[in-house]
């Protein structure tokens, strides 16, 4: 068995003239990791590469694969994904991961982007004042999730009320106000944050309901996990792809 022709093709799209030291080192293990990956997998179906790329830039943000997020970036760029786009996914990254998490995805994107000569801070993209915040972010909600939104931020236990403010004013009004990206590629997003960091099962579901709300059905769904299964494995996957059939049946 030998790397496939399809596979060396792809892999020379993501990296143009780069040769892998576990070629020398690994040699079976890279022959079946990229004849899956770079072959096998990406093409299973019909995603475009930018939207693939995306997709498995946000899982592995989620699943804090650190190191190969600082090798398919570039991979990403030279598959489309703006710096921009690179940028806002890891903005709103922080109010799934925190910035425990993200500071190191972060570093290691503006490191990139300054090698590849982008120069920042990009521009900004920002919608909102702090006045506005609130009611910005019971908009999107509202636009992502349906009416049911209405008043959220007020809802709940008086002693813990204000973390719903902060869901609305922080997580929604701060940063999917944002330009950049669209709430559907948004909420693409957030659904690979969490299917890839695991056990958010709960919330995973709430987020497949909206992503087919925004009009990413169960079908498109199932693209993208796929795409990120050599990247998170099997069983986040699985998970993932269990939240999909029971909120499509």
């Known amino acids: 068995m030998a790397i496939t022709a399809a596979a060396k093709e792809y892999h020379e799209r993501m990296f143009?003239?780069?040769?892998?030291?576990?070629?020398?080192?690994?040699?079976?293990?890279?022959?079946?990791?990229?004849?899956?990956?770079?072959?096998?997998?990406?093409?299973?179906?019909?995603?475009?590469?930018?939207t693939r790329m995306t997709a498995i830039l946000a899982s592995l943000v989620g699943c804090q694969g650190i190191d190969e997020y600082r090798a398919i970036l570039?991979?990403?760029?030279?598959?489309?994904?703006?710096?921009?786009?690179?940028?806002?996914?890891?903005?709103?990254?922080?109010?799934?991961?925190?910035?425990?998490?993200l500071y190191p995805f972060l570093r290691a994107a503006n490191e990139i982007l300054a090698e590849r000569g982008v120069r920042l801070p990009l521009p900004g993209q920002s919608t909102t004042a702090a006045e506005e915040r609130l009611a910005a972010g019971e908009r999107a909600q509202i636009e992502i999730f349906g009416d049911g939104m209405k008043d959220f931020w007020r809802s709940g236990p008086?002693?813990?009320?204000?973390?719903?403010?902060?869901?609305?004013?922080?997580?929604?009004?701060?940063?999917?106000?944002?330009?950049?990206?669209?709430?559907?590629?948004?909420?693409?997003?957030?659904?690979?944050?969490?299917?890839?960091?695991?056990?958010?099962?709960?919330?995973?579901?709430?987020?497949?309901?909206?992503?087919?709300?925004?009009?990413?059905?169960?079908?498109?769904?199932?693209?993208?996990?796929?795409?990120?299964?050599?990247?998170?494995g099997y069983p986040r996957a699985l998970n993932a792809l269990d939240c999909i059939n029971k909120i499509s049946e």
């Open 16 to 50: 143009s003239g780069y040769r892998s030291t576990f070629l020398d080192t690994d040699p079976e293990f890279i022959e079946r990791f990229d004849n899956f990956a770079f072959d096998e997998v990406v093409n299973s179906d019909d995603l475009d590469g930018r």
């Open 74 to 101: 570039p991979a990403a760029l030279n598959f489309g994904v703006t710096p921009t786009e690179a940028k806002e996914m890891l903005y709103q990254a922080a109010a799934y991961l925190g910035i425990g998490r």
């Open 158 to 232: 008086e002693d813990s009320r204000h973390i719903n403010r902060w869901l609305t004013d922080n997580c929604f009004g701060d940063w999917y106000t944002r330009g950049g990206l669209d709430l559907r590629r948004r909420e693409m997003l957030t659904f690979c944050f969490l299917a890839a960091q695991g056990g958010c099962e709960r919330q995973l579901a709430s987020h497949i309901a909206a992503n087919i709300r925004l009009g990413s059905g169960k079908e498109f769904l199932i693209k993208v996990i796929s795409q990120c299964i050599p990247f998170i």
